[in-house]
């Protein structure tokens, strides 16, 4: 297992785009069809010119998505709907506790280079949990991030956050899912993103005994955010992209 966070070049992302990217905040849980709705229509603005790049944080109702390469099998229980989605990767869970982050950035102004894109996603998390002092950590074989678990056996580890991006004209939507405090129980009913090594399971910060609250973690990625893909322009609050 290599972790090459040294070795991640993340200057070309971290280039000011000509204006910065707007970060809007929903309060209340979003449904999932108008989610994925208002991030094309954003995702399409942004491709024209007609809007800036943007980072929605907000939550979900409990449900179930499945990316480009989800199977049916991964669905173990119908416990919530479940939504077949554009992105990238397999089944995850979305629902409250959790951070989803939307990014839609314009990739063809930044650097295209969508495998490069997703390494500086994971490490935007990656540095947002160390203002928790959480060590989050980039698998090659893995997408997404994960924190080493000694307690629970040699070798175990267990993700943190969850990555499933899309591109559009060059132009990036869907993100990154971070967990805070879910309720992990509502994992048990899938494959998470197709992964059946026992070795690896799913956490989260209250998981790992680090109670923080939401607004904490906002924070603490719009700084990390800054440090890999420059500045934002906070807009808080919001109800809709």
């Given at each position: ?94 629902g409250p506790g959790q ?143």
């Amino acid at each position: 297992m290599v972790n090459n966070r040294q070795t991640l070049d993340l200057k070309p992302f971290a280039a000011s785009p000509s204006e910065p990217v707007d970060w809007l905040l929903s309060d209340a849980p979003v449904p999932y069809p108008e989610a994925v709705a208002a991030m094309e229509a954003r995702a399409a603005a942004i491709a024209s010119g007609e809007a800036p790049e943007l980072v929605w944080l907000l939550e979900h109702p409990p449900l179930y998505t499945s990316g480009t390469r989800g199977r049916e099998a991964d669905l173990l229980q119908a416990r919530f709907p479940l939504f077949a989605t554009g992105r990238g990767g397999q089944v995850t869970y979305h629902g409250p506790g959790q951070r989803v982050a939307y990014v839609m950035l314009d990739l063809k102004r930044r650097r295209p280079d969508v495998r490069a894109f997703v390494a500086g996603l994971e490490e935007w998390i990656i540095r947002t949990l160390d203002a928790f002092d959480v060590k989050g950590e980039r698998r090659e074989d893995r997408v997404g991030v994960w924190v080493a678990r000694p307690d629970k056996g040699p070798g175990h580890e267990d993700k943190i956050a969850a990555i499933g991006v899309r591109l559009r004209r060059w132009v990036s939507f869907h993100g990154v899912s971070l967990n805070v405090e879910p309720d992990l129980s509502h994992f048990d009913a899938i494959v998470p993103c197709g992964i059946t090594d026992a070795r690896y399971g799913v956490t989260s910060l209250a998981d790992l005994g680090v109670r923080v609250r939401l607004t904490d973690v906002d924070a603490a990625l719009r700084r990390a955010f800054g440090e890999v893909f420059g500045p934002s322009e906070l807009r808080l609050p919001e109800t809709t992209a």
